[in-house]
T-cell receptor
Framework: SQQGEEDPQALSIQEGENATMNCSYK?????LQWYRQNSGRGLVHLIL?????REKHSGRLRVTLDTSKKSSSLLITASRAADTASYFC????????????FGAGTRLFVKA | DTGVSQDPRHKITKRGQNVTFRCDPI?????LYWYRQTLGQGPEFLTY????????KSRLLSDRFSAERPKGSFSTLEIQRTEQGDSAMYLC????????????FGEGSRLTVL
């Protein structure tokens, strides 16, 4: 079963616009991560935010975490055509183990 | 560092045949994961190893699936008597001893069962 649910399922924007993707999860977590996947390729880690953090930045990426609402958002600013990919949130499910569970993803298409 | 390597990248087989995928993790990474991904979906957890011990196995992993990591280095995922529903991308990931939470993925092995 998948822990996270991303919203929207698909997003199409113009180059230069910002893209916001949301993730909701079901159980308590220790951390939440965002990954990117280009079509037909493996996943690449973007950013990790711990449960005691509320916001984190990395380059053009901004991630927020609201543990009271069990939700996170990923903002990509000034998007580029090269940002076209699927984006997945992933959590550790708070089990104390090392299993990482992924959501169904948001497909982002950035038009040049 | 050569990254996580998976072989083969593509496999086409007939229903009922057995297939085996291999994953070579990043050296010194002690945890190794297998995921399955179908088109338009996120990766689904199958199993993971810490060194050579298989610590968790999903209910998705039927009796036809077996994974091994005999020496705590590379891993194999075997699917016996393949079915058309097994068609998917099989992704391997590894993570280091120091638990950063980050997974390092290979490029995947795409299986097509005819």
């Amino acid at each position: 079963s998948q822990q996270g649910e991303e919203d929207p399922q698909a997003l199409s924007i113009q180059e230069g616009e910002n893209a916001t993707m949301n993730c909701s999860y079901k159980t308590s977590i220790n951390n939440l991560q965002w990954y990117r996947q280009n079509s037909g390729r493996g996943l690449v880690h973007l950013i990790l935010i711990r449960s005691n953090e509320r916001e984190k930045h990395s380059g053009r990426l901004r991630v927020t975490l609201d543990t009271s609402k069990k939700s996170s958002s990923l903002l990509i600013t000034a998007s580029r055509a090269a940002d076209t990919a699927s984006y997945f949130c992933a959590t550790d499910a708070g089990t104390g183990g090392f299993k990482t569970i992924f959501g169904a993803g948001t497909r982002l298409f950035v038009k040049a | 560092d050569t990254g996580v390597s998976q072989d083969p990248r593509h496999k086409i087989t007939k229903r009922g045949q057995n297939v085996t995928f291999r994953c070579d993790p990043i050296s010194e990474h002690n945890r190794l994961y297998w995921y399955r991904q179908t088109l338009g979906q996120g990766p689904e957890f199958l199993t993971y190893f810490q060194n050579e011990a298989q610590l968790e196995k999903s209910r998705l992993l039927s009796d036809r699936f077996s994974a091994e990591r005999p020496k705590g280095s590379f891993s194999t995922l075997e699917i016996q008597r393949t079915e058309q529903g097994d068609s998917a991308m099989y992704l391997c990931a590894s993570s280091p001893r120091r638990n950063t939470g980050e997974l390092f993925f290979g490029e995947g092995s795409r299986l097509t069962v005819l």
